[in-house]
């Protein structure tokens, strides 16, 4: 079983040289400290940053320069900053080439749920509704089981969704998934140590094997 | 050259009334106009719309405005920082309309372009989408958004000169322009307010045209709302 670093570490496997990536909150940011060596990407923070760098070190916060959480970062050789609205417009127009997300609930048809809990927790989507209405490439990173055991990876969304038919893979703790066109999550990779038994068992959708499926390999 | 110069923060916002509709630059607590907002608590004006990606924390940026109950409705994008908020929002006694950031920044945008609506993708079969006209386009859904009809945009900037223009500065400039061009009435405050002439107009982010009144806020907490560093190996 992977722990949230794992996670990020099996995701940033699928990051290819040359690559412009968004970063959701939570494990999603945790994947730009397992970026290959040799590999170039440039991080897009949408409240209107390309080339996002690393925590500034003690007593060099800026207060002007945030990422999308919020958090003090830096520049990089070859940032630049701009307005919300041409951030977005990078988004809309697809400039950007993974969107890297967490999430509540994923259905078998790829839809995604990740911004509200009726009645319990209002946070708002941020860019998250614009991004997954946008993007070409969209990995959700999340826990596939909630704290009271219940798989997250669902026949349907049962919380109000972020976006309809836009995730194409997941990693979760137990395993890389998939989206069937038709509906289903195909497993593609199990997590270390964790049987077909164990993820069939915290997949409540329509699972699908494909044959022998390999366990991960991540170093 | 016509000089937009204010005295300060209060007589800036003097005729800001009970009930006004406004737009407050920032992205969390990055680039709030923090002296407008001090201004608009001292003169306690109610029934406010507040249109700003985030409410602020509870002690600080517009959550200052929600603890006294100067907020009526907020329309924005992410609120996650703000318990007072969350506790308003489900109890029912403040109304809220979260939308998508893109189009938040682009409803923004639109009201200062002159375009009345446009189409966007974000939100189409979820809650957003609920009494918004879908427009079908070479094969994809979008929702028809308005752009922002508002009083007054309150904008901070870094500098600014007495005929209005403005720069930003790093990720403090987000929301700001967009707003900037939106408001009815456009305040900026700005940290370093200089003569006209004094700034290239080459690297003008704002032209003056938009901005009605600018002064220099008396002072800048520039709160860091999470503070992540990293040590010197």
């Given at each position: 079983m992977l722990d949230k670093n794992g996670i990020a570490k099996r995701i940033a496997k699928e990051i290819k040289d040359g690559y412009y990536v968004n970063l959701g909150i939570g494990?999603?940011?945790?994947?730009a400290n397992f970026i290959p060596d040799g590999i170039q990407v440039v991080l897009q923070s949408e409240n209107g940053l390309l080339g996002m760098g690393p925590f500034p070190y003690e007593?060099?916060?800026?207060?002007d320069l945030i990422n999308a959480g919020k958090q003090t970062v830096t520049y990089l050789k070859g940032s630049a900053v701009f307005d919300s609205a041409m951030s977005f417009g990078m988004i809309r127009a697809q400039k950007i080439d993974l969107t890297i997300l967490g999430a509540m609930e994923v259905s078998e048809y790829g839809d995604i749920a990740n911004w509200k809990i009726p009645?319990?927790?209002?946070?708002?989507m941020g860019g998250a509704m614009d991004l997954v209405a946008s993007a070409k490439n969209i990995i959700v990173a999340m826990?596939?089981?909630?704290?009271?055991?219940?798989?997250?990876?669902?026949?349907?969304?049962?919380?109000?969704?972020?976006?309809?038919?836009?995730?194409k893979k997941i990693v979760t703790e137990l395993g890389v998934y998939d989206i069937h066109h038709e509906g289903g999550f195909i497993l593609r990779e199990r997590a270390p140590g964790v049987t077909i038994e164990q993820i069939q068992k915290s997949t409540a959708g329509t699972l699908i094997i494909p044959g022998d499926v390999p366990e991960m390999v991540i170093d | 050259m016509i000089n937009k110069v204010v005295k300060n923060a209060d007589e800036a916002i003097k005729?800001?009334?009970?009930?006004a509709v406004l737009m407050l630059g920032g992205f969390g607590l990055c680039g709030i106009p923090e002296n407008l907002i001090a201004a608009l608590l001292k003169k306690g004006v109610k029934n406010l719309t507040c249109i700003s990606n985030n409410a602020g924390v509870d002690d600080f940026g517009i959550g200052l405005l929600l603890k006294t109950r100067q907020v009526k409705k907020m329309i924005s994008?992410?609120?996650?920082?703000?318990d007072e908020f969350e506790r308003q929002l489900l109890s029912g006694e403040l109304e809220v309309e979260l939308i998508p950031q893109g189009t938040l920044a682009t409803r923004c945008m639109m009201a200062g372009y002159g375009i009345p609506f446009f189409p966007t993708?974000?939100?189409?079969?979820?809650?957003?989408?609920?009494?918004k006209q879908v427009v079908h386009h070479r094969g994809k859904d979008y929702l028809i958004e308005e752009a922002f009809d508002s009083d007054f945009a309150l904008v901070k900037a870094w500098k600014g000169d007495t005929a209005g223009n403005l720069i930003y500065r790093s990720t403090a400039r987000n929301f700001n322009p967009l707003m900037a061009m939106a408001g009815k009435i456009t305040i900026a405050e700005v940290e370093i307010l200089v003569d006209?002439?004094?700034?290239?107009p080459d690297q003008i982010?704002?032209?003056?045209?938009?901005?009605h009144r600018i002064f220099q806020g008396e002072?800048?907490?520039?709160?860091?709302e999470q503070r992540t560093v990293r040590k010197k190996s």
């Open positions: 494990i999603p940011t945790l994947v007593g060099e916060e800026d207060p009645g319990k927790m209002v946070k708002g826990q596939q089981v909630n704290k009271a055991g219940e798989s997250k990876l669902l026949p349907k969304c049962t919380l109000p969704i972020t976006g309809l038919r836009c995730v | 005729d800001i009334q009970d009930g994008s992410y609120v996650g920082e703000n993708p974000a939100g189409v079969g979820t809650e957003v989408a609920q009494g006209a002439g004094e700034l290239d982010h704002t032209p003056g045209i938009f901005v002072k800048y907490e520039k709160r860091i």
